[in-house]
């Protein structure tokens, strides 16, 4: 297996533009994670999908971020619009059954908003 | 879930164990000690964990005091590549109630 796959792997964009991440779990978890890191937040996370359906939101920013999950090989996670502040490493991960060891992140899109 | 206590930074030579202690004085009896390590510009990856019992797999050991209040996660022989920030975690396992979180972790180097 390739593993979690993220798209892009950096992304330069001006502020106020649309950005779309994207990920692709591992065949056959049915969980996915979305988590962002930064220097001084350290490893947060935003939101986590279970079968498709989102589970727990409250770890998205604002109304500016938006996730989704349209089938079980698929996720984006949408910001619009962009700010500077949005600049930082969003690592996507996916899990078998969401047992606590069984993560498998993905390389993460490290965004920069300028 | 449990407080985790972990040094901010720790330096081991090459070829060395490298002993990484975490204090969880608060842990309940069904909470399991977690390890994880992120390799710079790399997502988190999982090592091994524990409940009670020392475990051991390829990547390394876990040794968990006899009251459970304190564990140590041990590389025994440290390369260059095992420099990451390593993660301890202290959670019951549960299938997904709720996401695992990451606190800010140990920054181990490791030295030629």
């Known amino acids: 297996d390739a593993g979690v796959i993220q798209s892009p792997r950096h992304e330069v964009t001006e502020m106020g533009q649309e950005v779309t ?40 920013p604002e109304d500016r971020f938006s996730a989704k999950m349209p089938n079980a090989s698929f996720s984006t996670l949408k910001i619009q619009p962009s700010e500077p502040r949005d600049s930082a490493v969003y690592f996507c991960a996916s899990s078998f059954d969401g047992r606590q060891y069984g993560y498998t992140f993905g390389s993460g899109t490290r965004l920069t908003v300028v | 879930d449990a407080k985790t206590t972990q040094p901010t930074s720790m330096d081991c030579a090459e070829g060395r164990a490298a002993n990484l202690p975490c204090n969880h004085s608060t842990i309940s009896g069904n909470e399991y000690v977690y390890w994880y390590r992120q390799i710079h510009s790399q997502g988190p990856q999982y090592i091994i964990h524990g409940l009670k019992n020392n475990e051991t797999n390829e990547m390394a050991s876990l040794i968990i005091t006899e009251d459970r209040k304190s564990s140590t996660l041990i590389l025994p022989h440290a390369t ?24 800010s972790g140990t920054r181990l180097q490791v030295q030629p």
């Open chain 1, 21 to 60: 991440l994207r990920c692709k779990p591992i065949s056959g978890h049915d969980y996915l994670f979305w988590y962002r890191q930064t220097m001084m937040r350290g490893l947060e996370l935003l939101i986590y999908f279970n079968n498709n359906v989102p589970i727990d939101d409250s770890g998205m």
């Open chain 2, 80 to 103: 260059l590549r095992d420099t990451a920030v390593y993660y301890c975690i202290v959670r019951v396992m549960d299938t997904g109630r709720r996401a695992l979180t990451f606190g």
